[in-house]
């Protein structure tokens, strides 16, 4: 069964320092990944996803089969960058359902 | 931009009753879910729908759930009896090209 770690709850940041969210996951097959934020009282929305390969809102992430992660990074932390973070995957064939992690609550100190 | 809708935003019912959450997913998509988040826990899967049949159904989704598309546009979750337990948030998401879409979310709350 696939699982999704997210080992942080909370992380708090300075604005313009530099975040990393992280995300390990367990999945025998070859896993699609996924990050949602949702923004104070809004719905869950997609962040990026990995075979996307872009970055949105300045994030990145880069799927590490090796050591089974997935990371969200981006270098420099604005305060619109605060709200709920959640890793999430999939398998690797039709439109299944989506496993998800904990979360992490990102805030941004000015 | 189309979004996924849900109604009602909130809903209090009383301990054995029917609730009925509605779902209208976003118009050309043709993969349906229905997720929940009990407060302070992890979003969890429940049922995925295709092509008017489930093609997935988790451990929570036991006999006291149904899913429907009565309709062209609306999807519905049905909690037969409703117990303490089935309060959390009810997420419903719609799909194309394996990107899922997500509604705001029903807050239920059995008293």
């Known amino acids: 069964a696939q699982r999704v770690t997210q080992p942080e709850k909370l992380l708090s940041v300075f604005k313009g320092a530099p975040v990393e969210l992280k995300c390990n996951y367990s999945?025998?097959?070859?896993?699609?990944l996924f990050w949602y934020v949702q923004y104070s009282r809004q719905r869950l929305q997609l962040l990026l996803r990995?075979?996307s390969r872009e970055s949105i809102k300045g994030f990145t992430a880069d799927l590490n089969k090796g050591e089974t992660s997935f990371h969200l990074k981006k270098p420099f932390a604005q305060e619109e960058d605060s709200a709920m973070y959640y890793c999430a995957l999939a398998q690797d064939f039709g439109n299944e359902k989506l496993t998800f992690g904990t979360g992490t609550r990102l805030t941004i100190i000015p | 931009e189309p979004e996924v809708t849900q109604t009602p935003s909130h809903q209090v019912t009383q301990m054995g009753q029917e609730v009925i959450l509605r779902c209208v997913p976003i118009s050309n998509h043709l993969y349906f879910y229905w997720y929940r988040q009990i407060l302070g826990q992890k979003v969890e899967f429940l049922v995925s729908f295709y092509n008017n049949e489930i093609s997935e159904k988790s451990e929570i989704f036991d006999d006291q759930f149904s899913v429907e598309r009565p309709d062209g546009s609306n999807f519905t979750l049905k909690i037969r009896s409703t117990k303490l337990e089935d309060s959390a948030m009810y997420f419903c998401?719609?799909?194309?090209?394996?990107?899922?879409?997500f509604g705001p979310g029903t807050r239920l709350l059995v008293l």
């Open positions: 990995h075979i």
């Open positions: 999945y025998s097959g070859s896993p699609e």
């Open positions: 998401a719609s799909s194309v090209a394996q990107t899922q879409y």
